[in-house]
């Protein structure tokens, strides 16, 4: 596992993680960028997937990314802690790399930061989960967190770098 600053949209991996809204026709953020990125036969394949429920993940082709394949998950939104937001937002790294790991031609999987922007999930608290789902599957998958901002990156540096002591320990 790894972190990164750049732009999901233009990384070489097998897939890269969409946070999707429920309908997965594309929106702002992430979603968005993904969107247009990948062009309209993206939203075409997604209207036939019939939405997905937060916690969940669907997979599509990347078309017109470098990406050969897309992981949709929706994010929860965050209303205090109270909600199961921990739960949920652990089930779209899960799932996701579960999805993914069922997949033969996918090795290598990017994510963005789920739930951290208009969803309001605390930052650190997200990377965290982040980290401690998609550790469990190191075993077929190689893990890149994409990260918006350096500052966001740097978070997960040192939280990977931890993960890792505890790991050796």
Same mark, same amino acid.
């Given at each position: ?6 732009? &999901?949209?233009? !990384? ?11 309908? +997965?026709? %594309?929106?702002? %953020?992430?979603?968005?960028? &993904?969107?247009? =990125? ?5 939203? @075409? ?7 997905? *429920?937060? %916690? #969940?993940? *669907? ?5 017109? !990314? ?8 929706? %994010? ?10 921990? #739960? !949920?937002? =652990?089930?779209?790294?899960? *799932?996701?790399? #579960?999805?993914?790991? =069922? $997949?033969?031609? &996918? ?16 930052? #650190? ?5 982040? &980290? ?8 077929? +998958? ?15 540096? $040192?939280?990977?770098?931890? @993960? ?6």
């Amino acid at each position: 596992m790894n972190a990164i600053c750049d732009d &999901i949209t233009t !990384l070489s991996v097998d897939a890269i993680v969409n946070a999707a809204n429920a309908s +997965l026709m %594309g929106g702002g %953020g992430v979603d968005g960028a &993904i969107h247009r =990125a990948a062009g309209p036969r993206l939203l @075409h394949e997604c209207r036939l997937l019939g939405g997905c *429920k937060t %916690g #969940e993940a *669907k997979l599509t082709g990347g078309h017109g !990314l470098p990406a050969r394949f897309i992981v949709h998950t929706v %994010g929860p939104v965050w209303h205090g802690g109270g909600d199961g937001e921990d #739960e !949920l937002l =652990a089930s779209c790294y899960r *799932k996701s790399c #579960e999805l993914a790991s =069922a $997949q033969p031609a &996918i090795r290598t999987l990017a994510f963005p930061c789920i739930s951290t922007g208009i969803y309001g999930f605390p930052f #650190e608290r997200a990377a965290r989960i982040a &980290i401690r789902e998609c550790a469990a599957h190191t075993d077929r +998958l190689i893990t890149t967190f994409c990260c918006f901002s350096e500052r966001d990156r740097n978070v997960y540096s $040192q939280l990977l770098e931890e @993960h890792g002591r505890r790991v050796a320990d």
